[in-house]
């Protein structure tokens, strides 16, 4: 039964970097696409981006275009998620999430994707 781990979040001042990493066990991220999400409270998990299995194609949602760069490194079987002039509005638990059918593209849709991480806070302090 694969699982996903997210790591890499803290507290950080508006302005900062962070990076997210997404790990994999127990299964194979290297031929799903994978997404980023987040989530506040009261509010819904929305779409942040997306990449395919390949690394070639990715997907970002407009609030984080320019400034979240997603990676992947299929050998190591993680997905990494870099995050720079971070802003308030950025706050959030961050999820990742495997594609439900292996080489299928990523979608900025919850229902497309079967296995999600535990995730991971984020706190932007202004």
């Known amino acids: 039964q694969v699982a996903l781990v997210e790591s890499g979040g803290g507290l950080v001042q508006a302005g900062d970097s962070v990076r997210l990493s997404c790990a994999a066990s127990g299964g194979t991220l290297s031929r799903y696409a994978v997404g980023w999400f987040r989530q506040t409270p009261g509010k819904e998990r929305e779409f942040v981006v997306s990449?395919?299995?390949?690394?070639?194609?990715?997907n970002y949602a407009d609030s984080v275009k320019g400034r979240f760069t997603i990676a992947r490194d299929n050998a190591k079987n993680t997905v990494s998620l870099q995050m720079n002039s971070l802003k308030p509005e950025d706050t959030a638990v961050y999820y990742c999430a495997r594609r439900r059918w292996p080489q299928a593209t990523g979608t900025p849709r919850l229902e497309d994707y079967d296995v999600w991480g535990q995730g991971t806070q984020v706190t932007v302090s202004s």
């Open positions: 990449i395919s299995w390949s690394g070639v194609s990715t």
